[in-house]
């Protein structure tokens, strides 16, 4: 059974970083490439940013692009998204998300399997 399990989510203020961590087991890790999305109260879902298999290629999202950076690390099975300067806009349900494919999609459909999500709340 395929599970992606959500870490290091949590409040903190305005210009911190935090970085949420992403534990799959139950596939080939290093056959798929992650991505990261969030939902905002009241909002829809969005792409924030993905890593293909190997960690040669990644993609952001332009709202987070230059602050937020996402590794891999295929022996841990475990992805890693690093958020600095945090707004509180940035406020949101992280989830990460595995699809079978070699570069990541900015497009939640073509992600197959889904973690449970981690609060982040940013105050002002």
């Known amino acids: 059974q395929v599970q992606l399990v959500e870490f290091g989510g949590g409040l903190v203020q305005a210009g911190a970083s935090l970085r949420l961590s992403c534990a799959a087991s139950g596939l080939t890790f290093s056959m798929y490439a992650m991505g990261w999305f969030r939902q905002a109260p009241g909002k829809e879902r969005e792409f924030v940013g993905g890593i293909g298999r190997s960690s040669e290629s990644t993609l952001y999202a332009d709202s987070v692009k230059g602050r937020c950076f996402i590794s891999r690390d295929n022996a841990k099975a475990t992805v890693y998204l690093q958020m600095n300067s945090l707004t509180p806009e940035d406020t949101a349900v992280y989830y990460c998300?595995?699809?079978?494919?070699?570069?990541?999609?900015?497009?939640?459909?073509?992600?197959?399997?889904w973690g449970q999500g981690t609060q982040v709340t940013v105050s002002s």
């Open positions: 998300a595995a699809g079978l494919r070699f570069r990541s999609s900015s497009v939640g459909s073509e992600y197959r399997y």
